[in-house]
């Protein structure tokens, strides 16, 4: 629900469509801070953070717009019918009225954020006009909320209204860096997987599974985060790890093909050589003619 004018009394936590509903979190606005139209009800920094939030929590829904910045310790967070994902420091998470979600610390970390819950016309058109998304945004562990939360402990009209500009303006970066949604933790660590063990043979629906998805949003998924399919991204990994062999070590082709999953050396080096432009033999003789040369070789196209 959006912010209505007339809306003045807001029950206690209610519940909506089995959801706890938390009310805005009204005080006492000035004249010029309802001029100006985007309200801070609250700000603050956690101060007494406790372990396993996210267990004892429900979905709930806020009659508010919310934004948290996590910069220390590491929680957990489930947004309407999303999987749940892990929250790590530097991630900011925004939340609009209505917005069914459960977010808090997990395990024996502890969860420390800096948090706004605002509200008003301006928030809304913001949000129509796409600028305030749902999601999880990536900013870092600097502490960029930090300053709004100490102008609201001010009894100051101006400072208020100087963090309600500070709010806008952040906002406003937010959408304009579009970095929205952190990688899915799943890809985050098959990615991973395949840099730490290039040895490993990884089939399609492996990978798929790993990351709890369909084969299709896999691919779409790896494309967003890597430029690249996965079948390429595990080849380049491979290629690489070979090349940094053929450079360092007495090892054969036929070995190294085999220590990266190709039984077939023929067939490992048609693929080195469509990925680095040099068969292995050519650029192991390169390397040794040119030792002072990078070791590794860009991966420019993908075929």
Known sequence: MLWRKEQKIFPENAEAGGELLYPFPCRNFSQEELAYGLWIGMAYSTSAPHENGYVRMKMCKFDFYSVSHLYQGQGKIRIGRQREMILRPGDCIVI?????????????????????KFSGPVADMMYSAGVIRTG????????????????????????????????????????????VDVPDPGIEVLLKMIQDVPEKR????????????????????????????????????????????LKSTELSVRKI???????????????????TGLAPDHYRLQQNEAANRDAIPKITKEE
């Open 202 to 245: 990884w089939h399609l629906e492996e990978m798929a599974g790993l990351c709890q998805v369909s084969k299709n949003q896999l691919r779409r998924t790896f494309l967003e985060h890597t430029g690249m399919t996965p079948k390429f991204y595990v080849d380049s990994r491979k290629i690489h790890a070979a090349a940094e062999l």
């Open 257 to 275: 093909a085999a220590q990266f999953g190709w039984n077939d050396p023929y067939h490992f080096s048609r693929r080195f050589k469509q990925l």
């Open 136 to 179: 999880v945004y990536h900013l870092g562990q600097t502490r960029l909320l930090r300053q709004i939360v100490e102008f609201m402990e001010v009894p100051s009209v101006k400072k208020r209204l100087h963090a309600a500009l500070l709010l806008q303006n952040f906002l406003m970066n937010l959408y304009l860096a579009g970095n």
């Open 96 to 116: 609009p009225p209505d917005t069914p979600n459960r977010y808090g610390s997990y395990g024996n970390n502890l969860f420390f954020e800096d948090s706004v």
